[in-house]
């Protein structure tokens, strides 16, 4: 055989494997805040390769809340985003809300917590009565806040708020201008401790532990896109899988890929965040009994109910109107342990 004729079936075969792949799916992702390693997953599924594995040619965005992440997917101009699902079911409870539901729950746990002082007299949930609370504005812990409080006999009217801008909320508490904040555990505890608080004066109050039923994270999907792409929202949902199970297996190597694209990120801190996050939020109980990524459905209408104490729905949406597990993988698949 010429080296011409090697030449030409070298070309043909380049052209015919250029015939059989599938052309990829661009696709954007909104997550609702700057990027930590709570996010972890995603990046490891794009680093590692699973993404384009899938056929999809994944970009992220950020933005300012779940409020515009959702609306950039209701939009069209994301066809995902990364958003507190319990903001995706307030938005279902007003009037005209775009069909946009949730296909893959990340945190099976909301990271929700009061995060005090002990210094301050708080051990426990209750200690918070007759104390100083202090929140951010945009903060979504504190809207189950109220809910929370009634369902554990604590008067809300006796707890002192003291409302702040999420730049502050720990600096503030580190100085003990208040006994104790509002915000996610993973977040709030972790700085804390890197303002050099210690571990043993902080009480870590997971909303969790004290009857709130509340789910965290999840992906969302513009409606079109998911009625017209159904198997790319699918080949999305395998690929962050995968980037969970590589990033349970190798946090460290995980919170690498994160830090290098945060501006100033620090290692030791992202790790611990990793860390926290994949101990309260992600491997529960119900995600190693069950699988990642889906719901409850008692328990998600136990959630709503919750919500619905202090939020007042147009239209109170049903756990079917806001989660759609058509998009899962069988349970199997799902397992982590």
């Known amino acids: 055989m010429t080296l011409a004729s090697t030449g030409l079936i070298t ?15 661009s696709v954007q992702l909104s997550f609702d805040r700057p990027l930590d390693a709570s996010m972890a997953p995603f990046v490891a599924a794009s680093s590692g390769g699973l993404f384009s594995a899938e056929d999809l040619a994944v970009s992220f965005n950020f933005a300012s809340a779940s409020p515009e992440a959702i609306a950039r997917v209701a939009s069209g ?3 995902f985003a990364l958003v507190d699902i319990n903001e995706l079911i ?12 949730a296909v893959f729950v990340l945190f099976n746990q909301a990271p929700y917590a009061i995060v005090a002082r002990k210094s301050r007299g708080i051990r426990t949930l209750a200690d918070v009565e007759g ?4 929140t951010a504005e945009t903060d979504l812990s504190f809207h189950l806040w109220p809910a929370l409080a009634r369902q554990n006999g604590i008067r809300p009217a006796n707890v002192k708020v003291y409302r702040m801008s999420a730049a502050v909320r720990e600096p503030i508490l580190s100085a003990g201008q208040v006994d104790a904040v509002a915000g996610f555990s993973y977040l709030s505890a972790v700085n804390l401790r890197d303002r050099g608080v210690p571990a043993t004066d902080l009480a870590v109050l997971r909303y969790a532990d004290y009857g709130c039923d509340a789910y965290g994270f999840a992906i969302i999907v513009n409606p079109a896109f ?16 995968g980037g969970i199970h590589l990033t349970i297996n ?18 030791d801190l992202e790790l611990e965040r990793l860390r926290t996050v994949i101990a309260d ?16 459905a008692a328990r998600f209408e ?3 109910d919750q919500i619905g104490e202090d939020f007042k729905f147009r239209r109170r949406p049903s756990a079917a109107d806001v989660f759609d597990d058509s998009f899962l993988p069988p349970a199997r698949i799902r397992l982590i342990n």
């Open 11 to 25: 070309a043909h075969a380049a052209e015919q494997a250029a015939e059989d792949k599938k052309p990829q799916t």
């Open 250 to 267: 190798e946090p460290e190597r995980a919170v690498d890929e994160v830090v290098a694209r945060m501006d100033g990120g620090q290692r």
């Open 226 to 241: 998911a009625a017209t792409r159904p198997d790319a929202v699918k080949a999305f949902v395998r690929a962050v899988i």
């Open 90 to 101: 307030r938005f279902h409870g007003k009037a005209d809300a775009p069909p946009i539901k």
């Open 302 to 304: 136990r959630a709503i």
């Open 77 to 79: 101009s994301s066809e």
């Open 281 to 296: 939020n992600i491997l529960t109980t119900e995600v190693k009994r069950n699988g990642i990524g889906g719901i409850d």
């Open 131 to 134: 104390k100083t609370l202090g």
